[in-house]
């Protein structure tokens, strides 16, 4: 078990001593062939086998167990203890990582002289080792090592046990790095969003605060330390990043959605780029315009449905305004046309009438349009019609002056439309490669 924050291996086990007292031997023949007895550990020599690298705690182990002594003096001490070793950790691939922690034991008193330590098998025995949830034991070998200190001259020997283990990262994907993952796929949904809906700031926030408790979470988990960035802790500042800037787009985006031609002129280089050649490449495509679709008729007085953005309808549409534009002149030639014939007495007051019954001039039956506009040029206008007229023709100017504001607007929000799908892809891109990144580390470190 191991206290990550306080870089602490706290491990229960049974340490075994095996040494040689030649003043604690007997002849078996003489007391009743009696060939092993249990005396308590502290009324007999014990060799002064401490732990050097003990983090927490007592040096030494407890003596309230007994001894196994043999007739020929051997002795046989297992004493159960707990230790604390210190174990500075590499979180570089937290939860993917690797430690070695190593317990150090040794004489504290005497030298190689006094006491030779000896290797007791090259490894630690785990036969009854008791699994861990969270780390598996990878390795566990021992080896003797003879050092000379600098403060003394003789030679103190030490057996250090390495323990090679593997965190079992399971706890930490169901419970940290999947729903890390969720939540930073979730800005990508900020471009797909649409506009109007006034929550894209919001989530993108939501996202940041969601990714803030996780990595407060992370420094709960593992040590404080400057040396390294861990593996999770690297993902979540590439995602604050992340969504960081999806929030600088965004405010961009919607600057962009909510321009009029009150406040804005959309550049060539806009419009050729961003309505024409981008869309292309993002297989995008506007609506045709409304205009398109209806039929042969006659006069129009509207505009662009507001979201398409087809321009095959602005031909028809100018079209439409200079035949208005000419019905109106013909009725403004036709007011004074007709107080100039009145003046001179050629025209009776109803010009239509006799038109049709061949009185006031040669006309055909089957009048067309430009015919009708011209005769009716000839006709005399109340005041009440004439108003009519400068109504209608206010209504249409004003008409047309709001349809072609609704047309640059939509040009404004189509505009921001294909820069939230260009960075919609690119950031789908970014975060896929970017998590694949680093999650791989471990992998092909591994190999490596």
Known sequence: MKDEVNQIMETNLWLRHIWNDYKLKWSPAEFDGIEFIRVPSNKIWRPDIVLYNNAVGDFLVEDKTKALLKYDGTITWVPPAIFKSSCPMDITYFPF????????????????????LVLIGSKVNLKDFWESGEWEIIDAPG??????????????????????????????????????LLISFLTVL??????????????????????????????????????????????????????TLSIVITVFVLNVHYRTPMTHTMPSWVRTVFLRALPRIMLMRRPLDLSESSG????????????????GGE????????????????????????????????CPCHPMKEAVEGD?????????????????????????????????????????????????????????????????????????LGTLGLFLQPLIGFFS
């Open 143 to 180: 080896y003797k090592h003879d050092i000379k200190y600098n403060c003394c001259e003789e030679i103190y020997p030490d057996i250090t046990y390495s323990f090679y283990i593997r965190r079992l990262p399971l706890f930490y994907t169901i419970n940290l790095i999947i729903p890390c």
């Open 296 to 311: 042969k008729g006659g006069l129009e007085i509207g505009g662009s449905s507001g979201t398409g953005g087809g321009r």
């Open 190 to 243: 900020v471009f797909y969003l649409p506009s109007d809906c006034g929550e894209k700031v919001t989530l993108c926030i939501s996202v940041l605060l969601s990714l803030t408790v996780f990595l407060l979470v992370i420094t709960e988990t593992i040590p404080s330390t400057s040396l390294v960035i861990p593996l999770i802790g690297e993902y979540l500042l590439f995602t604050m990043i992340f969504v």
């Open 315 to 346: 031909g028809k549409k100018r079209k439409n305004s200079a035949s208005q534009q000419g019905a109106m002149n013909s009725l403004e030639f036709g007011e004074g046309k007709a107080a100039l014939e009145g003046k001179k007495g050629g």
């Open 360 to 432: 006031c001039g040669k006309v055909n039956r089957q009048l067309s349009t430009q015919a009708i506009n011209t005769v009716v040029a000839f006709s005399v206008v109340s005041p009440e019609i004439k108003q009519a007229i400068e109504s209608v023709k206010y209504i249409a100017e004003n008409m047309r002056s709001r349809n072609k504001a609704k047309e640059v607007e939509d040009d404004w929000k189509y505009v921001a439309m294909v820069i939230d799908r260009i960075f919609l892809w690119v950031f789908v891109l970014v975060c896929v």
């Open 97 to 116: 990582d690797y430690q070695n922690c190593s317990m150090k034991f040794g004489s504290w008193t005497y030298d190689k002289a006094k006491i030779d």
